[in-house]
């Protein structure tokens, strides 16, 4: 090899060597620029992610606080729910369900407020005394004649029926005021007793004791034939119970130019609405117990299956078929249902009062009682979810005023089939049985006969309830006879 070519060839591997060199370096610099980038990203990220985590525990925090917040407002009108319940509750001389409820209430007996609300109720209780049990009334209205002019009108034995057996609009009121006022008290017909089963199913009746306000009487409430029967059709009556915007059972009217109102025109919403305005003239809330017949429906439904199968229909129900040819008989008993089930929620129980109004006295067979009874419980039972009361029609009964007893098939039938409360027509004060196997109760009825004769015949049957001559309609003016 020449020195030349030695020179060049070392000059090329120096030049080689350089550019070696140079890719180090720019390797090495792309490496540390590459560390420093994935540093920089990191540290971005982790901040970022700081950041985040940060804000993430603050959001979680304001969430928390939020809830905090939100739990103890909740807390706090729980309490202020509570408290206004227990007071409502008292007012209506249930003073152990009120104090249960504030001692419900989560570390009561640490706030001074409910301690104190506490010891008041247990002071007011302390001033109830025993009511005479023996002496507990029992009225009943029909339903009501808001229109005198046209439920009276007339001289056939459909107006003589109104004028005796229906009260106006004008006496209810007036009577439900006066019996307030002369310190009656409402109560319900099974808080008359205590009432147990035992291990074979049976029940057994022992007498309540109910703690009034010295002074206070009771009384309990029926409503008889609240169907709004065809034959009141354009007699000044309500027409059927329906629902208002909260959901509240009222009443449906046809005025006399036939237009349609709702608003309180029978017992069931002017008495809601006296009790809502005097808590006090209930005892633990109680209603009345609606008594209801079902060979033209119940509570102005037409829910007999009569009206589903066309079959031995009267000239009433048939016209009225005629007149509604949409009619759907499943839908019209889901509304009933729904009525029925809000009247129940309201407070109102029901009575069976025989599906044909049927006479359950001596003349009548034990057969056709059976025979009425299986289309009561088949017809008017699903509707109202059953019950255990019957309310004889004509202010008849099964038996004398002596006990009822097994011996009685009438009676025997009557409680195999779930029947326990037995109530009839009762011109004393008191009628009142409680016995180990039933309880039986006499009614007095607060119609235009009874208001009639207290006023313009010789012996006044209500002076311990009211002032009959207060109470009198001025649109009654005569009482024919049936």
């Not at 979680?60 to 409502?88: G, H, M, T, V, Y």
């Not at 025993?130 to 002496?135: A, F, G, L, S």
């Not at 004398?400 to 009438?410: G, I, L, P």
């Amino acid at each position: 090899m020449s020195e030349e070519e030695r020179r060049k060839r070392i000059e090329r591997l120096k030049r080689e060597r350089r550019r070696r060199r140079r890719r180090q370096a720019m390797m090495l610099r792309a490496g540390l620029l590459a560390a420093v980038v994935l540093i920089v990203v990191g540290a971005v990220v982790l901040v970022s992610s700081q950041v985040r985590s940060a804000r993430q525990k603050k959001e979680e925090e304001r969430l928390r606080q939020e809830q905090l917040i939100q739990a103890e407002e909740e807390k706090n009108q729980q309490r202020k729910d509570s408290i206004a319940q227990a007071e409502q509750m008292a007012l209506g001389y249930d003073y152990d369900g009120a104090i249960e409820l504030l001692k419900s209430l989560e570390n009561y007996d640490k706030d001074a407020e409910i301690i104190a609300k506490i010891a008041d109720l247990e002071a007011q209780k302390s001033t109830l005394v025993p009511v005479n049990m023996d002496e507990v009334t029992h009225i009943f209205y029909h339903s009501l004649v808001v229109d005198p002019e046209r439920g009276f009108a007339g001289n056939d034995s459909t107006a003589a029926g109104f004028k005796q057996w229906m009260t106006t609009v004008s006496e209810f009121n007036k009577i439900t005021q006066a019996m307030y006022d002369n310190g009656y008290v409402l109560v319900d017909l099974h808080d008359l007793v205590v009432e147990t089963t035992d291990e074979n199913g049976e029940v057994h009746f022992t007498t309540n004791q109910i703690m009034l306000p010295e002074g206070k009487k009771p009384f309990v409430l029926s409503l008889d034939d609240l169907c709004y029967y065809h034959s009141y059709d354009g007699r000044g009556i309500a027409t059927k119970m329906v629902l208002d915007e909260n959901g509240k059972p009222t009443c449906e009217y046809v005025q006399p130019d036939g237009t349609t109102v709702t608003g309180a025109y029978d017992c069931v919403p002017l008495l809601d609405q006296f009790l809502e305005e005097h808590p006090d003239a209930a005892y633990h809330g109680a209603k009345g117990t609606i008594a209801l017949t079902g060979y033209d429906g119940i509570l102005g439904y037409r829910t007999d299956i009569a009206y589903k199968t066309g079959e031995n229909l009267t000239a009433d129900q048939q016209a009225w078929l005629d007149a509604h040819p949409d009619f759907d008989w499943e839908q019209e008993c889901a509304e009933a249902k729904k009525v029925a089930d809000a009247l129940k929620e309201d407070g109102w129980k029901f009575a069976s009062h025989t599906w044909g109004h049927l006479r359950v006295g001596a003349n009548t067979s034990l057969e056709n009682i059976k025979a009425d009874t299986e289309k009561f419980k088949a017809y008017v039972d699903p509707l109202i979810g059953g019950t255990d009361t019957i309310i004889f029609a004509h202010g008849e009964d099964i038996a004398d005023w002596h006990d009822y007893s097994m011996d009685n098939e009438k009676f025997a039938y009557l409680k195999s089939q779930g029947y326990n409360f037995f109530c009839n027509v009762d011109s004393s004060q008191y009628f009142l049985q409680i016995r180990d196997n039933y309880v039986r109760q006499g009614r007095r009825n607060l119609d235009g006969y009874r208001l009639w004769n207290d006023v313009h015949g010789e012996k006044n049957r209500t002076s311990d309830l009211f002032d009959a001559t207060q109470i009198l309609d001025p649109a009654r003016t005569d009482m024919p006879a049936l």
